[in-house]
């Protein structure tokens, strides 16, 4: 099975851009998270969804979105980039909502100048 | 917050040697489990822990729960070269999302 695959790799954003990224997760897994990853704060939980719904939300502003399809395949969106927004956007997916085990992504590494 | 937090924060050793992490989390967790980063990639599942375990093993690894102290150890025998890597303590807790510490850098010298 392919592995959980995120696009673009890298971007390059300047403040009050928007920014859309993607994930795919393993085939068969319905949960997919975000996770954002920065040197200060580590890894912080974004959002999860499964079967299309939003199950549970990090403590981002509202900025920072998501959504996701009936393939599984997730987006997320971050509107109006701050300088602060960059970060690695790392997506984890796993087989269903009580699976324990994430899979991760390679992420996309967001610089906003 | 229920994150955990890892010690220490960088770890470097020799090729051969022991290495040993702990994890500390502040609340009741269902279950725990470690991570590896290799730089700038995502991050790889290596074991998970249930709340009524005490240890498990894998491979070179070995892992320790202690829920009445709340902390947890990652000790990986051996090390080689290709261990250098971030490694991250991550808690579970009913239906509450992964919340994952901030790691500890190992570098394995050759």
């Known amino acids: 099975k392919a592995g959980v695959t995120q696009t673009p790799r890298y971007l390059i954003k300047t403040r009050g851009q928007q920014v859309t990224l993607s994930c795919s997760p393993i085939s068969g897994h319905r949960s997919v998270s975000w996770y954002q990853q920065t040197p200060g704060q580590g890894l912080q939980f974004l959002f999860e969804?499964?079967?299309?719904?939003?199950?549970n939300k990090g403590n981002f502003p509202g900025r920072f979105s998501g959504r996701q399809f009936s393939n599984s395949r997730s987006e997320m969106n971050v509107s109006t980039l701050e300088l602060g927004d960059s970060a690695l956007y790392l997506c984890?997916?796993?087989?269903?909502?009580?699976?324990?085990?994430?899979?991760f992504g390679s992420g996309t590494q967001l610089s906003v100048l | 917050s229920q994150q955990g937090e890892e010690d220490p924060q960088a770890l470097s050793i020799q090729e051969g040697e022991n290495a040993t992490m702990n994890c500390s989390y502040k609340?009741?967790?269902?279950?725990l489990q470690w991570y590896r980063q290799n730089s700038g990639r995502g991050l790889v599942h290596l074991i998970l822990i249930r709340s009524n375990e005490r240890e498990k093993h894998s491979g070179r690894l070995r892992v320790t729960l202690d829920t009445s102290k709340k902390s947890s150890s990652l000790l990986i025998t051996a090390s080689r070269a290709a261990d250098t890597a971030s490694y991250f303590c991550?808690?579970?807790?009913?239906?509450?999302?992964?919340?994952f510490g901030k790691g500890t850098r190992l570098s394995v010298i050759a």
């Open positions: 609340t009741s967790i269902n279950n």
């Open positions: 991550a808690t579970s807790s009913g239906n509450t999302p992964l919340v």
């Open positions: 984890a997916s796993r087989e269903s909502a009580t699976n324990e085990k994430l899979f």
């Open positions: 969804y499964f079967s299309e719904t939003q199950r």
